[in-house]
């Protein structure tokens, strides 16, 4: 498809004009589906809370209350921007964009499918580490500049709790790279082929267990969810924040959601491969081969069920304690990490790969 409009384009266009034309058509590729994919994680949340809880949900605009994300955006949108006095304007108005833009940017390296990658880079899991390390500065700049004592002792909080359980993310990821013996992402997902139990999630359970769970902490969901403490210290980091300022924080919230989802799928459960894979009876099927077979919707059911995750953590377990969250990061979760790599290092060592 890109090589036909390279074409169609280099006809009348310079090369580098069509290059960039090229990554823009890529981008807005993704960017869109994915703004998408947010506003109706934000609907699915509520309808699900509220099957699980005996309620209706939204129900209002729209069938089945389908339009209520766009009732929501368009609120939101013509909603007046209240920068505090005393605040620092630039830093205010900044601070969202600088907690979405590593929330987006993290994408260019997630491999769709075989091939279907933004950008293709060898070193991809070390710059995912990198970026999604950066959102931490929107939430304490937007904490600091609020010139409100509840927003930035919510931002210390929220940053101290990223901090801790990015470094149980990161010795997890250390597991995955040595099973897969790659940084590169589509490598990754290439190293668990074959069948469903060539997927990492069955070798490597412990780091898939603490992955997903620091993934929570890491996006301030519930049960983690201490920075909006309501009862404390009212809605936390944002608390001085309206309008479109405050939607752009919610944004940055459902795509890291989905970016970890979709990082679980991928590292642990084959991201785009099928777990029909070998059955070739199913996959060489006539018309329903290609619902059998690898490709990008096995990659969206994963992260879908892991986004469902979420939502069921939300509607069942009270929030934790601060302390007991930080016990939980140090004490618990990077010990575990920590012994799991050793074991896997001496697998290695004495030649005993049960992943491949």
Not at 255 to 269: E, G, Y
């Amino acid at each position: 498809m890109m090589e036909v409009l390279a074409n169609f384009f280099g006809a009348f266009l310079p090369e580098w004009m069509v290059t960039l034309l090229i990554i823009l058509i890529k981008v807005v590729a993704i960017v869109l589906p994915l703004i998408l994919l947010v506003a109706y994680a934000t609907y699915a949340e509520r309808k699900i809370i509220g099957f699980m809880q005996v309620r209706v949900g939204p129900n209002r605009v729209g069938f089945k209350g389908l339009l209520q994300p766009f009732a929501d955006m368009f609120k939101l949108i013509f909603k007046e921007i209240v920068i505090p006095a005393k605040s620092n304007r630039f830093l205010f108005l900044i601070a969202p964009l600088l907690a979405m833009g590593p929330a987006f940017a993290a994408w260019a390296v997630i491999p769709f499918s075989d091939g279907m990658v933004l950008a293709d880079v060898n070193a991809g899991l070390l710059f995912l580490l990198a970026l999604t390390s950066l959102g931490i500065y929107g939430v304490i700049i937007a904490g600091w500049a609020s010139n409100s004592k509840y927003a930035q002792l919510s931002a210390m909080r929220l940053g101290a709790q990223m901090v801790s359980y990015e470094i149980a993310m990161g010795f997890a990821l250390v597991g995955v790279l040595m099973a897969a013996g790659s940084l590169n992402l589509g490598d990754i997902v290439r190293a668990q082929s074959g069948s469903i139990f060539s997927w990492f999630v069955w070798p490597l359970f412990g780091l898939f267990l603490v992955y997903f769970i620091s993934g929570v902490a890491e996006t301030n969901r519930a049960p983690f969810d201490v920075a909006e403490g309501e009862s404390e210290i009212v809605a936390g980091f944002h608390v001085e924040y309206s309008g479109m300022a405050f939607s752009i924080f919610f944004l940055a919230e459902y795509a890291n959601m989905w970016l970890i989802a979709a990082l679980t799928s991928l590292m642990f459960l084959g991201g785009w491969l099928s777990p029909f894979q070998g059955l070739t009876f199913l996959t060489d099927m006539p018309v329903l081969g290609w619902v059998f077979g690898d490709g990008i919707h096995w990659l969206l059911l994963k992260a879908s069920f892991f986004m469902l995750l979420f939502f069921w953590f939300r509607a069942t377990f009270p929030r934790y304690r601060y302390d007991q969250i930080m016990r939980l990061g140090w004490k618990v979760l990077i010990p575990i990490t920590l012994v799991w790599i050793f074991a896997e290092g001496l697998a290695i060592a004495l030649g005993w790969k049960p992943w491949l």
